[in-house]
Nanobody, 122 residues
């Protein structure tokens, strides 16, 4: 089994910064794409940022220029640096990883973390 554990959420004032981390552990051969999603109250879960195993990134238009997604493949860890935070960034942030538990798996399995709350408020 694979576990994803997010950390780094909290309460921050508008204009502030937070750095989220997501550590993957368990039976892992390879991790393909990793991503951050978020879900605000009453809204659908949305993609915030994604990163391939090679480091190519993709961002939602609403966070471009403010958020930076990165990963440390040696540590199986995903990061999200969030700057210039706005009240509309308030949400539960979830980590997602496409994992092959064994190298012979034909397709990766999608795993989710439990989420970490980010609240942007004065």
């Amino acid at each position: 089994q694979v576990q994803l554990v997010e950390s780094g959420g909290g309460l921050v004032q508008p204009g502030g910064s937070l750095r989220l981390s997501c550590a993957a552990s368990g039976t892992i051969a390879t991790i393909n794409d990793m991503a951050w999603y978020r879900q605000a109250p009453g809204k659908q879960r949305e993609l915030v940022a994604a990163i391939t195993s090679g480091g190519s990134t993709n961002y939602a238009d609403s966070v471009k220029g403010r958020f930076t997604c990165s990963r440390d493949n040696a540590k199986n860890t995903l990061y999200l640096q969030m700057n210039s935070l706005k009240p509309e960034d308030t949400a539960v942030y979830y980590c997602n990883a496409e994992v092959k538990p064994q190298i012979w798996y034909q397709r990766p399995i999608s795993f989710w973390g439990q989420g970490t709350q980010v609240t942007v408020s004065s």
